[in-house]
C-alpha cells in the first residue's frame, strides 16, 4: 500500500513527497470526454462500476498518490430535499432557492444512505482495487448554503451575505441542517473505507475574518471534530490567505491552500503542527513541460523538505491541460528529493 499521504497527513516522512490534484478525475482526460458525449454526470455518479473507473483513471495514467471520490459537493443535499440539476458549463442550479426563514426551515435530514447509497457503493468497489487510498469529501456548510441562497454560482455572493446578516436565526438553523448533513455523509464515506477527507469551503474567501468566526467557523469546527481521530481531515478553500489561522483552529489536520500565497507563508501562519496542502497556480499546468517543472521545483524548495507537504494545485485542474505536462509533475514532485 502506497501510504504516502496518509504519512504526510500525520507530519511523517514518507519515500516521496505525496501528490493528487483537484479534479483529477475530469475534463482533462479524452477518455473521460468521451465517456461524457454517452453519459450524464448523475448517470455516472449513480453507476458504481462506471464511477469507479472514473476515480481510478489518474491514478492508472500517472502514478498519483491518492485516488478522489468522483462526486459533486451537492450529491448529500438530496437527503435535505434539495432539487437541483448539474448543468454543463454553468454547474449547479437550485429548484428553489432558499430566500426566507420559512424556506430554510423547509429542509429536513433524512438518512444520508438513502439519499446516495451509490456514494458509498462506488467508495467499497474501488477500495479493492487501488493500492492508495481514497479521499472523500464534502462541501462546507457556508459553500453549500451560497449555492441554496444564490440559486446558482456567484461572483459576488451578495444574497448570501445579506441572507446571513438579516436572518441570523434562519442562518444558524440552516447550517445546523447543512452541517448534520455533512457529517452524516462524511461518516458514511468513512464507514465504505476512505482514507482521509477533504473539507471543500471553496467559497468562504469572500467573507472577512470576522464574518468567518461568527458565521462559519462553529460548523466546520464541528463537522471537523465528528470525525477526528477516524481519518485525517484536510481543510481547503479559495482565496482563504486571511482566513488560514481561523480555519486551523477550525479543527483539520492538513491546511490546503491556493496559489495566492506562498507555502512558506501560510505554514507560518498555521503552525507546523498541522500539514499544508498545495498549492501551484493550475494555469501554470498549460505551459510549457518546462514551466512546469520549474515552478513545481519552486514549491518543493518552499517547502524546505518539511515533514507534512502535500503537493497539490491551488484548485482543480483545467480542462485543456496537456497529459504530459501532468505526468511531468508527478515525475517532478516524486524525485524532488532524490537530487
Known amino acids: 500500500m502506497n501510504d504516502s499521504l496518509i504519512k504526510a497527513c500525520r507530519l511523517k516522512r514518507a519515500k516521496h513527497t505525496p501528490i493528487w490534484i483537484m479534479r483529477q478525475a475530469g475534463r482533462y482526460l479524452p477518455e473521460y470526454r468521451e465517456l461524457r458525449k454517452r453519459r450524464s454526470l448523475m448517470q455516472i455518479f449513480e453507476t458504481p462500476e462506471i464511477c469507479s473507473d472514473v476515480m481510478r483513471m489518474p491514478v492508472e495514467l500517472f502514478g498519483l498518490d491518492a485516488a478522489v471520490l468522483f462526486a459533486d459537493i451537492m450529491l448529500p443535499l438530496k437527503s435535505v430535499g434539495v432539487e437541483f440539476e448539474l448543468q454543463d458549463n454553468v454547474g449547479p442550479v437550485i429548484r428553489s432557492p432558499i430566500r426566507s ?26 477500495k479493492e482495487m487501488l493500492d492508495v487510498p481514497i479521499i472523500g469529501f464534502c462541501g462546507a456548510p457556508f459553500t453549500l448554503a451560497s449555492y441554496l441562497i444564490e440559486g446558482s454560482p456567484s461572483r459576488d ?31 458514511m464515506q468513512i464507514s465504505a473505507g476512505v482514507g482521509a477527507i477533504q473539507l471543500f469551503d471553496t ?11 461568527e458565521f462559519v467557523q ?32 477550525a479543527g483539520a489536520d492538513v491546511i490546503g491552500i491556493d496559489w495566492r500565497i506562498s507555502l512558506s507563508s501560510a505554514w507560518t501562519q498555521v503552525g507546523y503542527d498541522v500539514g499544508i496542502q498545495g498549492n501551484l497556480d ?3 499546468m498549460l505551459l510549457t513541460k518546462e514551466d512546469v517543472r520549474k515552478e513545481a521545483e ?8 518539511r515533514a507534512g507537504h502535500i503537493f497539490n494545485l491551488g484548485h ?24
Open 101 to 126: 426563514r420559512e424556506d430554510a426551515g423547509r429542509l429536513k435530514n433524512s438518512d444520508i444512505m438513502d439519499a446516495v447509497p451509490f456514494v458509498y457503493d462506488t467508495i467499497k468497489m474501488t
Open 218 to 249: 462553529p460548523y466546520s469546527k464541528t463537522i471537523l471534530g465528528g470525525i477526528a481521530k477516524k481519518v485525517p481531515r484536510i481543510h481547503f478553500g479559495v482565496g482563504t490567505g486571511h482566513l488560514l489561522e481561523q480555519m486551523r483552529d
Open 282 to 284: 493550475p494555469s501554470t
Open 316 to 339: 482543480g485542474i483545467l480542462p485543456g491541460t496537456p497529459l504530459e505536462n501532468v505526468s511531468e509533475l508527478v515525475k517532478t514532485v516524486h524525485e524532488f528529493e532524490s537530487k
Open 157 to 187: 455572493f451578495k444574497l448570501t451575505k445579506n441572507f446571513m446578516h438579516a436572518n441570523p436565526s434562519a442562518w444558524r438553523n440552516l447550517m445546523g441542517t447543512l452541517t448534520s448533513m455533512s457529517l452524516d455523509y462524511l461518516n
Open 298 to 305: 519552486r514549491i518543493m524548495r518552499d517547502a524546505g523538505g
Open 203 to 213: 467559497w468562504v474567501g469572500c467573507l472577512s475574518s470576522e464574518e468567518y468566526r
